[in-house]
Structures are given as C-alpha cells and as structure tokens.
C-alpha cells in the first residue's frame, strides 16, 4: 500500500531556534498533503493544506508565519516551525492524497519538543 | 460549517462482547464518512470509508442520513481491537479535506 514518511520522528529543540519536519510519499504522487496537530490525548486538528507548486492554505487560528509551509515537489512536504515556544510541542502529523485512489494516507506523525 | 462527533471518549468492554462507536455529523451537502484505527504507537489508517460498503476485521458502519449518524460496529470485540478510532468526514464544501471527530478510546479486556 502506499506509504507516507516522516522526518524527524522525534527532535527536540531550544525555545527560538527553528525546526523542518519533512513529509514524504514514497510510492506515489500526492498533490495535496495535508498537516496535522495532535495534542495528547486528543484529536487531529488540521493546520493546513498544501498543494503542490502553490501556496499552502492556512485553517483558522494557524500562524502562517510561525508554521511555515513548502510543497515544491510531488513527494514532498515540509513544515517549518519558526521561532519556536514550548507551547509549540506536539505531534505533528502529515498526510498525503493519492489522487488515482483519492485516499489519505498518513505519515507515523513527529513529535517536538521545545525546551 | 462540518462537525464530527463522537460523543465517548473511552469506551470499555470485554472480549467477545458486541461494540458500537458512535459518531454523528453535520454538514449540508452529501459527505464522505470514514473510520480511521490508531493502535498503540503505530500511525493513523483508514479501517473503512461509508462508500465502500465492506466489512473490515468484523466491523462495519451504516450512514444513517436521518439520523445524520455513522456509527461503528462489531459483533463480538477482540483484545486486539483495543485502540484509538477516529471518525471523519470529507466534503467538497470544504475542499474534500477530512474534518476529524474527538476519537474514541476502546479498551477490550480480557
């Protein structure tokens, strides 16, 4: 089946340097990606959709500047968190579409940590 | 707006013993209704989707427009079906993005 990377799966990082989690379809091609926040415990909450070639689409109350979004190819998504703040500690998790089959596919998430 | 509800956050019951997982929704419009399983420390997967209409490790799930509903079930619960399971929805209203419920907690004890 297909199969969605994630990189780091874990990092752990000090209060205002800058983290890239990268997201990738291994096996097939996916336009849009998606990214996800689960807090412990809880549910996924979308941060934004991102196509590929064109900017990302931000839900309500994410910080495009904070959280910032690349899809420069097919395969690959990354997410920036800048300047990051302990209360940006997560698990971020991504995933992708795969237009022949028109079904989501999850990548295994990464967890941050700020300190 | 679209919302996804599952009402339990956890939900107990011993091996063998029938489960249902409750999950209502709104949305105006036709919507795509899906289960999604995550075990422990494994990632997020699709378990079923309502269009699909199949049968996937004992459970199933019947949209009830009227009901606006699509819940989950199994006849008789396996230790191993002990999960986390998320409900979702997907519209073209919106994008076709998934619009997650809370998640519901099932804990098969022995």
């Known amino acids: 089946g297909a199969v969605v990377s994630q990189h780091p799966s874990w990092v752990i990082c000090k209060s205002g340097t800058s983290v890239k989690i990268e997201c990738r379809s291994l096996d097939f091609q996916a336009t849009t990606m998606f990214w996800y926040r689960q807090f412990p415990k809880q549910s996924l909450m979308l941060m934004a959709t991102s196509n590929e070639g064109s900017k990302a689409t931000y839900e309500q109350g994410v910080e495009k500047d904070k959280f910032l979004i690349n899809h420069a190819s097919l395969t690959l998504s990354t997410l920036t968190v800048t300047s990051a703040h302990p209360e940006d500690s997560s698990f971020y998790i991504c995933?992708?579409?795969?237009?022949?089959?028109?079904?989501?596919?999850f990548g295994p998430g990464t967890r941050l940590t700020v300190t | 707006a679209q919302r996804v509800t599952q009402p339990e956050k956890l939900l107990s019951v011993f091996k063998g013993a029938p489960v249902e997982l409750k999950c209502n929704y709104s949305?105006?419009?036709?919507?795509?209704l899906f289960w999604y399983v995550q075990y422990s420390r494994q990632r997020l997967q699709l378990l079923l989707r309502?269009?699909s209409r199949e049968s996937i490790k004992g459970f199933t799930a019947d949209l009830n427009k009227g009901e606006t509903s699509f819940h989950l079930k199994k006849p008789f619960a396996q230790e191993e079906d002990s999960a986390m399971y998320y409900c979702a929805l997907s519209g073209r209203n919106a994008g076709n993005m998934l619009t997650f419920g809370g998640g519901t907690r099932l804990m098969v004890k022995p």
């Open positions: 309502h269009i």
């Open positions: 995933s992708a579409r795969d237009l022949q089959r028109y079904e989501q596919y």
């Open positions: 949305y105006s419009g036709s919507p795509e």
